[in-house]
């Protein structure tokens, strides 16, 4: 599936996405378990706990939404291809992943403004010593990631049907 960069660079990102997944899983299930524990055993808990737990909630769901494109495993919508013609579906797969990666290409540099505009005049807060704007990184990086992941499904695609020799 690598067709511009070298496996392993690829296979690193990969590692690293599937491990910081895992990490950020990990974290949310024991910081709200021992949040319970605190509540229900002595009627208190961590002030930035719940604060906390919000942003990787979204640190983990942005990032299985990259692991997940990258698997083939991401939502989407098919109405057409199996009443088409083969040859003409491997063509329309394509452009469709194309379309993805512009709209994500765009949600990616939306999000850059997003996190810089956070960063120039955000409202200060901090969790731990993290900024909000921090905190918000997880935009424009799952969805270079998500863009990554659809520019190799696109360029595989080209390939795949280029190297069949079929014409739409």
């Known amino acids: 599936m690598s067709v511009f960069a070298p496996r392993h660079i690829l296979s690193t990102i990969y590692r690293l996405e599937d491990t910081l997944l895992s990490l950020l899983l990990f974290a949310m299930i024991i910081l709200s378990c021992l949040q319970i524990g605190l509540r229900t055993l002595f009627s208190t808990g ?6 906390l737990l919000r942003y990787l909630v979204l640190w983990a769901g942005l990032l299985g939404a990259a ?4 698997t083939g495993k991401h939502i989407a919508i098919d109405l057409f291809s199996h009443l088409m013609p083969k040859r003409i579906s491997r063509w329309l797969a394509v452009a469709v992943k194309f379309f993805s990666l512009a709209v994500c290409l765009l949600l990616t540099y939306a999000s850059i403004v997003f996190v810089a505009n956070e960063a120039a005049f955000g409202s200060g807060q901090t969790i731990l010593g993290l900024a909000s704007w921090q905190l918000n990184l997880i935009f424009p990086v799952s969805f270079g990631l998500i863009s990554l992941h659809f520019l190799i499904w696109t360029i595989a695609g080209i390939g795949k049907v280029s190297s069949s020799g079929e014409n739409p």
């Open 46 to 51: 961590i002030a930035w706990a719940d604060p």
């Open 67 to 70: 692991v997940a494109t990258r």
